[in-house]
Structures are given as C-alpha cells and as structure tokens.
C-alpha cells in the first residue's frame, strides 16, 4: 500500500497549486481520505478530508472557501486544489488514508505518504 503526494512549489501569496494523491494498493472506495500539512516547529494539522462513502467534504476553517478536495475513482488519486494562497500555507502537506469515517486527527489515519512542499512568499 503507498501513498505518492506530488505538486507542491514555489508559488506567490495569492496564487495556486494542486497537489495530487496517488494511491496504490489498497480499495480506494473504502478510505477516507485526507490532507494533511506541518509547518517547521509546528505540529501536523489537519487541512480536508474527503468520505469514501458519498464524498463528502471536510475542511478545517483556515482553508475553507479557498481550498478544495476532491477525487477521481478511476485514477485512485486524490486531489487538493488551493487558491488564494497566503505565506501562511507554507508547509509540507501529507496525504493519508484511514479505514474509518472522516476524522481531523491524524492519529486516525493509518496509511501516510511522504510530504510534498508549499512555499508561499508574501
């Protein structure tokens, strides 16, 4: 089972990224999946979340409206959209798989890939 997040730069405040998600392995129908992101000195945060079930969305409140998740089935590959990027997203983001329902602890999440970095300069 591996989890292969891509996409992560270099892009100036206000700008876009999408990050991309690959997953091999596993019955992706049966995962919640999700992003998360850690900034140096900072511990791991939970950025959206996306329900095997419905697709149901989630997000944590520092990124709604601006970020957006989603999913393609066919390529097993999750995706996170993100506009309106401040110096505040800088960080490595992590995308995750768990067996349960949505969750925003990490700790619920059982299947990690390696980071990816965004960097916004101001």
């Known amino acids: 089972v591996q989890l292969q997040a891509s996409g992560g730069g270099l892009v100036q405040a206000g700008g876009s990224l999408r990050l991309s998600c690959a997953a091999s392995?596993?019955?992706?129908?049966?995962?919640?999946m999700g992003w998360f992101r850690q900034a140096p000195g900072k511990e791991r945060e939970f950025v959206a979340a996306i329900s095997w079930s419905a697709g149901n969305t989630y997000y944590a409140d520092s990124v709604k409206g601006r970020f957006t998740i989603s999913r393609d089935r066919t390529k097993n590959t999750v995706y996170l959209q993100m506009n309106s990027l401040k110096p505040e997203d800088t960080a490595a983001y992590y995308c995750?798989?768990?067996?349960?329902?949505?969750?925003?602890?990490?700790?619920?999440?059982?299947?990690w890939g390696q980071g990816t970095k965004v960097t916004v300069s101001s």
């Open positions: 392995g596993l019955t992706f129908s049966r995962y919640t």
């Open positions: 995750a798989a768990s067996r349960s329902a949505w969750s925003p602890y990490a700790g619920d999440y059982n299947i």
